[in-house]
């Protein structure tokens, strides 16, 4: 199984509202990563997980919260966003977080989030 | 922090034209990597250069890293309507404490005119 899925695939909700998104992977990947996408941009890294634990914080608003309870899972919660957050998000696992290891990550379809 | 450029922003060649897209980085990379993000799509990993001066090919795709591995070029010969899409490079650096991060150039947008 060499596939990652995300739930769900779009969500639509207010700046008040409390919700979160999935992220499964069965690959045995030790590194998993949430990206944020806006349009015609590149994928920008939000946050990274190295054998469960956070590695990688890339300043991202408080309103973000990951959370990765065990190797195959990752969220990420969602409270009081901006019409501004609203992206395409994606998360990613690779092997590890080694660079001069053969690291491809793998890429879930993404939620399309929209902030009314 | 690092910076990964990428050219052109947009290419729309002739079917069966040849395209091409450049990546530079302001740093040494570890190793390089391409993606490619079909419209409406997820980015899918396509290959990864590690090596200095190191050229690999994929069928009608060839990628090369540069020799002081801070250039990388991916290089689509005869294209077809199948290649349209996205195509990222993606730097990976040493980010301190044993970890790595990649960074991603802003991609290269590929119309095929049939």
């Known amino acids: 199984d060499t596939e990652v899925t995300q739930t769900p695939k779009h969500l639509v909700m207010g700046m008040t509202n409390k919700k979160s998104l999935k992220c499964e992977q069965h690959?045995?990947?030790?590194?998993m990563y949430w990206y944020k996408q806006k349009a015609k941009k590149p994928p920008e890294l939000m946050f990274v997980?190295?054998?469960?634990?956070?590695?990688i914080n890339e300043s991202v608003p408080s309103r973000f919260s990951p959370e990765c309870p065990n190797s195959s899972l990752l969220n990420l919660h969602l409270h009081a966003l901006q019409p501004e957050d609203s992206a395409l998000y994606l998360c990613?696992?690779?092997?590890?977080?080694?660079?001069?290891?053969?690291?491809?990550?793998?890429f879930g379809p993404g939620t399309r989030l929209t902030v009314l | 922090g690092q910076q990964v450029m990428q050219i052109p922003q947009y290419q729309h060649v002739q079917e069966g034209e040849d395209f091409t897209t450049y990546c530079n980085s302001s740093?040494?990379?570890?190793?390089i990597q391409w993606y490619k993000q079909r419209p409406g799509g997820h980015p899918v990993f396509l290959i990864q250069l590690v090596k200095s001066g190191e050229v690999k090919k994929q069928k009608r795709l060839t990628f090369q890293f540069g020799e002081a591995k801070k250039n990388s070029s991916l290089h689509i010969t005869a294209t077809q309507t199948t290649d349209v899409g996205t195509y990222f490079c993606a730097g990976y650096q040493y980010s301190g404490a044993g970890s790595y991060q990649l960074t991603f150039g802003k991609g290269t947008k590929l119309s095929v005119i049939p």
């Open positions: 990613a696992s690779s092997q590890d977080q080694g660079g001069s290891s053969y690291n491809e990550q793998f």
């Open positions: 740093t040494t990379l570890s190793n």
């Open positions: 997980y190295s054998y469960e634990k956070l590695s």
């Open positions: 690959m045995g990947h030790r590194a």
